[in-house]
């Protein structure tokens, strides 16, 4: 079973403060990994994508790939209330698993004031 | 990104009625899914859509359950047959383009 997995959650920071989410993934096929920010009641939002290893920035977000350890995170900076939310983290099957998306449980932000 | 809508946003159904959502696109796309989110729970892939001929289904989804329609490179129906309570989910349809999928607003069905 190709799995992606999230660190458990919630997880709550105050106003300013990095987020830190975390996802391991068990499929070494995989190519290209995506995090996506859902708001209750919406669809997911797609935020970062990273495709090989090392950092990508995006203002205050920095995605992290690392293949040889099938580790990817997310950074948020200067997280703010409008960040809540839960975090899905995805990972593209290579092969002919090729554009499917497997995703982790999710994580559940919540940044207070 | 392409933009997506789906209809209906939300119904309530009774058990062992059917209900179609439709999935349009603004632009061409070669990749279409259509993935469910059961309540509380994560997002589950049924079936990729393809176009001029049968959807490819994931393992634990069967056609004639979920049977999808997808008539040209804009458009894409998935049917949840013969409803039942567990069937109360969020029903996303999805496009890829390039290395990214983008998610459509989603259809809440309830079932009674």
């Known amino acids: 079973q190709k799995e992606v997995e999230q660190n458990s959650g919630p997880l709550s920071v105050p106003e300013g403060a990095i987020a830190s989410l975390n996802c391991t993934y068990s499929d070494r096929g995989s190519q290209s990994f995506f995090w996506y920010r859902q708001y209750s009641g919406k669809s997911p939002e797609l935020i970062m994508s990273i495709y090989s290893n090392g950092d990508k920035e995006d203002g205050r977000f920095t995605a992290q790939l690392n293949k040889a350890s099938q580790y990817v995170s997310l950074l948020i900076r200067d997280s703010q209330p409008s960040d809540s939310a839960t975090y899905l983290c995805a990972g593209n099957a290579g092969g002919t698993s090729y554009g499917k998306l497997t995703f982790g449980q999710g994580t559940i932000l919540t940044v207070h004031p | 990104s392409a933009v997506i809508s789906q209809k209906p946003s939300r119904d309530i159904c009774q058990r062992g009625t059917s209900l179609t959502i439709q999935c349009q696109v603004d632009?061409?796309?070669?990749?279409m899914f259509w993935y469910r989110q059961q309540p509380g729970q994560s997002l589950t892939l049924i079936a990729t859509?393809?176009?001029?001929?049968?959807?490819?289904?994931e393992s634990g989804f069967v056609i004639d359950k979920f049977p999808i329609s997808r008539p040209n490179l804009t458009f894409s129906t998935l049917t949840v047959s013969n409803m039942s309570p567990e069937d109360s989910s969020i029903y996303l349809c999805s496009v890829r383009e390039g290395y990214e999928q983008y998610f459509g607003p989603g259809t809440r069905l309830t079932v009674t």
């Open positions: 632009s061409q796309v070669t990749m």
């Open positions: 859509a393809n176009q001029g001929s049968e959807a490819t289904y």
